[in-house]
């Protein structure tokens, strides 16, 4: 019963199993869709006849979503003021995208909750109670949301966009859009909720200066007294501060949970059109094979940066340049001579991406032993490889939609409507009357 109540631990232990249920509903799903068994399960005769499985494997997403807790607020407003007030204030609210604002602020429950259970650490955040008629850069939204919200979210349109590349429903668009709406709604919510109710956020100006401070933050380098709101370096560190002081359990948790995204490329790599449905063994080790050139020649851009990029500008373009081309020779290779598709290059995308992350998270738990082996510049070059993908995708649709005008101007109606502007003469009173006493006080 404590989950039906919002000021208690039950509400937060109650979020966190409503995002678990996402993530082990999409696993699953993926694991029936890489494994072949969806295949069998929707072929074979003796389980189309089997009623029960399919209720099983048809189970509805809106209620592990988080309907059921929204229904704490509607019995709270139904004894209060009447069910038939409730279910309007509740339309209302969906009018006025609430939606949106609680399915993201689930995220941040969880997300810190997770973190505490796992690491310890628990601290008051500070997020004030005013209106923000302010314009957030786009490097500041990425330092508050991009562990809690944006990876998450990434990480969950990954697993959708795969399960409609190869999972059986996706032959089915009703049935796809049946199971997957609403978590697409969670997806979209999780990544461009902050941007939607950022005021100016779709303003091409806005736009030219978030851009120029988000490249400049992100090269920056960090060292000792440099902020993290000056230099991408100095941010990640501070994000690494749980892993600093959490124990032995946490650390092997978070290894163990940083697994789950070897299995992408597992999956993946037998889908591809140029293994021929080649089962072996091989083919894997194959793939890791390519991991490993991919990482020795992030090296080699790390450290021709370091040594090369201030004085010997025109050479190090010049391996860049090398580099780029020997890629683009070897994928031309494999188009013409195995025959490689557009559909086997999303997917070497969508198995190696992952992977890649999954190496980063365990070794940034194991700090101290990729410290003493001298490691710990190629992390934090693969790190920021990932945070200039990471912001190129969510700085791409916000760029498009900004060169639309009517949807700043729907963006602006939005955010500053009548409720807000007379919210907005309250605060004003009611601050006037604070300054008048704090003056009457001092006289």
């Known amino acids: 019963m404590l989950s039906c109540y919002f000021t208690t631990v039950g509400f937060y232990f109650s979020t966190l199993l409503t995002v678990f249920t996402v993530y082990v509903f999409l696993y699953g799903r993926l694991y029936l869709a890489l494994s072949g068994l969806e295949e069998g399960l929707a072929t074979q005769r003796k389980f189309s006849h089997n009623h029960a499985l399919q209720v099983a494997l048809a189970s509805q997403s809106l209620v592990q979503l988080g309907f059921l807790m929204a229904l704490p607020m509607m019995m709270e407003i139904g004894l209060e003021k009447g069910f038939g007030k409730a279910l309007s204030e509740f339309i209302m609210m969906n009018l006025q995208l609430a939606s949106v604002f609680f399915t993201f602020s689930l995220g941040t429950k969880t997300h810190y909750y997770g973190r505490m259970l796992l690491h310890g650490g628990a601290q008051y955040r500070s997020t004030g109670r005013g209106f923000v008629v302010f314009h957030a850069k786009f490097a500041e939204n990425y330092r508050l949301y991009s562990r809690s919200h944006f990876v998450k979210g990434i990480e969950l349109m990954t697993l959708l966009i795969v399960y409609q590349l190869f999972g059986q429903t996706s032959h089915s668009t009703i049935a796809y859009i049946f199971v997957t709406s609403s978590m697409w709604f969670l997806v979209l919510t999780w990544l461009f909720a902050p941007f939607l109710f950022n005021p100016s956020g779709f303003e091409w100006a806005k736009i030219l200066d978030d851009w120029s401070d988000w490249n400049k933050w992100i090269s920056n380098r960090g060292g000792i007294g440099v902020s993290p709101e000056k230099s991408w370096e100095s941010w990640w560190e501070i994000e690494q501060e749980h892993l600093k002081h959490t124990g032995t359990l946490g650390i092997i948790f978070e290894i163990i949970l940083s697994l789950r995204f070897f299995i992408y490329q597992y999956g993946l790599v037998y889908q591809l059109t140029i293994t021929n449905n080649n089962k072996s063994i091989v083919v894997y080790l194959i793939s890791w094979l390519v991991i490993l050139v991919m990482l020795v020649i992030l090296k080699i851009i790390s450290v021709g940066r370091r040594r090369f990029g201030a004085n010997f500008q025109l050479f190090f373009r010049l391996i860049k340049f090398m580099i780029f081309v020997s890629f683009f020779a070897i994928l031309v290779v494999l188009i013409v001579l195995l025959h490689m598709t557009i559909k086997d290059i999303l997917v070497c995308f969508l198995a190696f991406l992952p992977t890649g992350w999954g190496i980063l998270l365990i070794a940034q738990a194991c700090r101290p032993l990729f410290r003493v082996t ?70």
């Open 374 to 443: 001298g490691l710990w510049g190629s992390v934090r070059a693969l790190a920021r490889a990932y945070e200039v993908i990471m912001g190129m995708l969510l700085f791409t649709p916000i760029t498009v939609l900004s060169w639309f005008p009517f949807v700043s101007e729907f963006q602006t109606r939005m955010l500053f409507n009548q409720a807000f502007s007379r919210g907005l003469q309250i605060s004003r009173i009611l601050g006037g009357q604070k300054k008048e006493r704090a003056a009457s006080t001092k006289d």
